[in-house]
């Protein structure tokens, strides 16, 4: 079993920055691409950026410039620094990845349990 464990949400003012992070655990024997979604009330899960394994980036049109994805694969972590943040921003962001699982020998996606972002203005 693979297991995501996200840190480093909290409340912040608007203007201010944080850091996520991602590490994937357990029996971990191969991922491709991770990244972070959001989810708010009464919206679907969206993506926000993604990253390969060659480091390969992907951004929402509303985080471009103000959100850097990054990951250290040796570390089975993913890491988003979100800069410039504003009350819109505020959810629950997800970890996803990528994982191969020995057992089924196939790559399933994966989802951490989630990280309170609060953006007060």
């Known amino acids: 079993q693979v297991h995501l464990v996200e840190s480093g949400g909290g409340l912040v003012q608007a203007g201010g920055s944080l850091r996520l992070s991602c590490v994937a655990s357990?029996?971990?024997?191969?991922?491709?691409?991770m990244g972070w979604y959001r989810h708010t009330p009464g919206r679907q899960r969206a993506l926000v950026a993604d990253?390969?394994?060659?480091?390969?980036?992907n951004y929402a049109d509303s985080v471009k410039g103000r959100f850097t994805i990054s990951r250290e694969n040796s570390k089975d972590t993913v890491y988003l620094d979100m800069n410039d943040l504003k009350p819109d921003d505020t959810a629950v962001y997800y970890c996803?990845?990528?994982?191969?699982?020995?057992?089924?020998?196939?790559?399933?996606?994966?989802w951490g349990q989630g990280t309170l972002v609060t953006v007060s203005s």
């Open positions: 357990g029996s971990v024997f191969d991922i491709r691409t």
């Open positions: 996803n990845a990528e994982s191969y699982d020995d057992y089924q020998k196939r790559y399933r996606s994966l």
């Open positions: 990253i390969t394994t060659t480091g390969r980036t």
